[in-house]
Every structure is written in C-alpha cells, then in structure tokens.
C-alpha cells in the first residue's frame, strides 16, 4: 500500500523561502515519478513541478519557473518542492503525487497521469 505524507506548509510572508517534503512508502521510491500540484479556492488543480523516475528529468510549470525547484532523495524516500520568492498567488494547498510508469512531458503536467496522492499542505503568502 502505497502512502505520500506532505510537510513543510504554513503561513510565510512575500518573497520568503518555504520547503515542502513528501515523505513516500510502502514501494521502492526509485521507481516513482513524482510530482507537485497546487490547487487554490476556486480553481482547477494546477501543475507545479515534476522529477521523473530514475533519470530524474526535472519539469517546472511557467508559473513557477526560476523561483521552485523540485528534487528527490531516494536514500529518505522523500521528494521536495524548494520555494523561493513566493507570492501572494502561490497561496493553496499543495498536494504531492506518485506515479509507477515513466509519463512523457505532456503527460507529467497531468493530474489524471498519477496514481498515489496525498492530503495536501497549506501554504499562505501574506503581503
């Protein structure tokens, strides 16, 4: 059975740096493709960031592109969303996810691509 846990979220002001951890079990870390989504009040469910399985090819969401940065620590089984310079619109719960296959870029900005997901953080930028 496969679990993703999420940490890291809170309520930080503009321009600060917050880091967000998922923590994977309950199969080989090595052979997932993991990725970020953010969704906000309202909104769709949104693509952040992805890094997939073994080569770890790294993929950024325009929205984001130069201030996140995703990566992963297969010896922790965790993967990691850096944030840096945040604001105001990137308040929402973050939600990390897992998928067992290698998904072609159009596919890894996705929701529908992963098959494990967890409960989600909250992040709040302040002004």
């Known amino acids: 059975q496969v679990q993703l846990v999420e940490s890291g979220g809170g309520l930080v002001q503009a321009g600060d740096s917050l880091r967000l951890a998922c923590v994977v079990s309950g199969r080989t870390f090595s052979t997932l493709s993991m990725a970020w989504f953010r969704q906000a009040p309202g909104k769709e469910r949104e693509f952040v960031a992805a890094?997939?399985?073994?080569?770890?090819?790294?993929y950024t969401a325009d929205s984001v592109k130069g201030r996140f940065t995703v990566s992963r620590d297969n010896g922790k089984s965790t993967e990691y969303l850096q944030m840096n310079s945040v604001k105001p619109e990137d308040t929402a719960v973050y939600y990390c996810?897992?998928?067992?296959?290698?998904?072609?870029?159009?596919?890894?900005?996705?929701?529908?691509?992963?098959?494990?997901w967890g409960m989600g953080t909250q992040v709040t930028v302040s002004t």
């Open positions: 996810a897992a998928d067992s296959g290698t998904p072609i870029l159009s596919s890894l900005r996705s929701a529908s691509t992963y098959e494990y």
């Open positions: 890094i997939r399985r073994t080569t770890r090819l790294l």
